[in-house]
């Protein structure tokens, strides 16, 4: 059988025309998928920006449907299902981005510290720090060991969150030694509960020596030492305090003041504190003079007379009301019920408020309990802020 040229002479204008045709469709199938795409990815941006979460992560769903290979429309979808509190699909979509291997490394240390947020919003503390501990050497190691030690502070893992803020301050990400103090204080709080008084004491005086400054430490040595009876050297622990942490004066002073008493040590007390509070009039610091001076006979000035100097420099409800409490009213029969008023009406007024999130308490915190953040209490009452 003889080959027919005129087939093949036939066959390839044929065959031009169908590739021809076949190039036209793929053309247009590709043009009409990255109309799609951007389509949805900005119908999703208009829908993000009207605060229509919903609708939004619809829209991405579809543009990542019609490009599943664009790793930044991943990124929007997880971040909105981890603001939506969708923390299981935020995973996934995270996951499914460090699964595969054509993304870059920057998507890639992106993607683990994304999947590490999620774990921490969703309360999976475990899985939170060992996708955390991926990042060390990354560009997200510094925001990652600032989580990590926030995940240290939240399980109370206080030896851990030391050696973090040890490593953010060797690299140069600020100064933690006031933490670090706090840290030390939290551990020797769980020596005391276990009884083991010297380890305790030792911790309290590292933490000293890491943050000269800071009130907290002194504070709870003297309340140590002076469990252990050793009363003139917490005495001395207090008096320490006033110089170097004289903001904290309020704080100090009424354990000071007993201490003094305990210790013989009175007058020269209660002429410290006549002149801090000459300085800052502070109710504690009144209340700690009026203690005093009860208690050592050389002084005139009785309780009523403190109260009503006070009472010249501050507007004070409080320092009224401990006023009133020693007056004879003109109805004395009145008086229970007039006193127990002012008494449940100054109570809010006696709360210490932290200064970040507003968290009022009866008690003083070194942690504030609400929003977790470190000295956001000061030592001043509610009324005199």
């Known amino acids: 059988m003889e080959f027919d040229l005129s087939w093949v002479l036939l066959g390839l204008p044929l065959a031009f025309g169908l590739g021809w045709l076949a190039s036209r469709l793929d053309l247009r199938q590709i043009r009409l998928e990255n109309r799609q795409a951007p389509k949805a990815y900005f119908k999703g941006l208009n829908y993000l920006l009207n605060e229509q979460q919903d609708q939004a992560i619809d829209a991405f769903i579809e543009a990542v449907q019609n490009d599943p290979d664009t790793s930044e429309l991943h990124f929007a979808l997880g971040n909105l299902f981890r603001r939506r509190g969708e923390y299981e699909r935020a995973v996934r979509v995270h996951q499914h981005l460090l699964s595969r291997a054509d993304i870059s490394p920057t998507d890639r240390h992106r993607a683990q510290h994304a999947l590490a947020l999620d774990y921490l919003k969703a309360g999976l503390l475990d899985h939170a720090e060992t996708a955390l501990l991926k990042l060390e050497g990354t560009p ?15 399980s109370r893992d206080w030896a851990l969150a030391a050696q973090m803020a040890e490593k953010l301050e060797q690299a140069e990400q600020g100064s933690f030694a006031p933490r670090l103090a706090h840290y030390l204080c939290e551990q020797a709080a769980a020596r005391i509960a276990q009884g083991q008084l010297e380890a305790a004491q030792q911790l309290l005086q590292d933490a000293i020596a890491k943050a000269p400054e800071a009130a907290r430490a002194r504070i709870e040595l003297a309340q140590l030492l002076t469990r252990m009876g050793q009363e003139e050297r917490a005495w001395n622990t ?30 020269n007390t209660l002429a410290r504190l006549q002149q801090l509070y000459a300085e800052h009039a502070s109710l504690d610091v009144l209340e700690a003079i009026v203690t005093l001076s009860d208690a050592v006979p050389a002084v005139q000035t009785s309780a009523r007379e403190w109260y009503a100097r006070h009472l010249e420099k501050e507007p004070s409800l409080v320092a009224a009301t401990r006023w009133i409490a020693g007056e004879k009213l003109e109805h004395e029969q009145f008086h229970p019920q007039v006193q127990r008023a002012l008494d449940h009406a100054t109570q809010p007024l006696l709360r210490y408020r932290c200064a970040a999130c507003g968290f009022e308490a009866t008690q003083h915190f070194w942690q504030c309990p609400g929003c977790q953040a470190w000295d956001s209490y000061p030592a001043r009452r509610v009324e005199e802020l």
């Not at 008096?239 to 009424?254: C, F, G, H, K, N």
């Open 238 to 267: 207090l008096m320490q305090a006033l110089d170097s942490a004289p903001t904290a004066t309020p704080l100090i002073a009424r354990p000071l003041a007993e201490l003094a008493l305990r210790c013989g040590n009175g007058a």
């Open 140 to 154: 997200f190691e510094a925001q990652a060991r600032l989580a990590l030690l926030a995940n240290y502070e939240r």
